[in-house]
Nanobody, 124 residues
Framework: QVQLAESGGGLVQPGGSLTLSCAAS???????IGWFRQAPEKDREGLSC????????YYETSVKGRFTISRDNTKNTVYLQMNSLKVEDTAVYYC??????????????????WGQGTQVTVSS
């Protein structure tokens, strides 16, 4: 059974940083892990992804240069380091697994399994 669990969300001031974690279990095949977010009354937005095939990454323009995705294969965990946070980054952040896609992308419908999400609030 595939399971994903996000952690690391919280309240941070504008300009601050947070690192989100996504612990994954229950699969062995090569896959991609993506990070998404959804703000109140907005559509789910893709942010970044990483392929376990070759550690290639992709970032959406909205977060490129501020967010960094990485993974620790020994812990089956993917991280999203978020710097220079803005009020508009406030959202529930989700990680998800795409079991077939390569190279990775941030098209939500292509992802097969999702975590429950972690709240990130950027406010002074």
């Amino acid at each position: 059974q595939v399971q994903l669990a996000e952690s690391g969300g919280g309240l941070v001031q504008p300009g601050g940083s947070l690192t989100l974690s996504c612990a994954a279990s229950g699969f062995t095949s090569k896959h991609a892990i993506g990070w998404f977010r959804q703000a109140p009354e907005k559509d789910r937005e893709g942010l970044s992804c990483i392929s376990t095939r070759d550690d290639s990454t992709y970032y959406e323009t909205s977060v490129k240069g501020r967010f960094t995705i990485s993974r620790d294969n020994t812990k089956n965990t993917v991280y999203l380091q978020m710097n220079s946070l803005k009020v508009e980054d406030t959202a529930v952040y989700y990680c998800a697994i795409d079991t077939t896609g390569y190279p990775c992308n941030t098209v939500a419908v292509q992802y097969d399994y999702w975590g429950q999400g972690t709240q990130v609030t950027v406010s002074s």
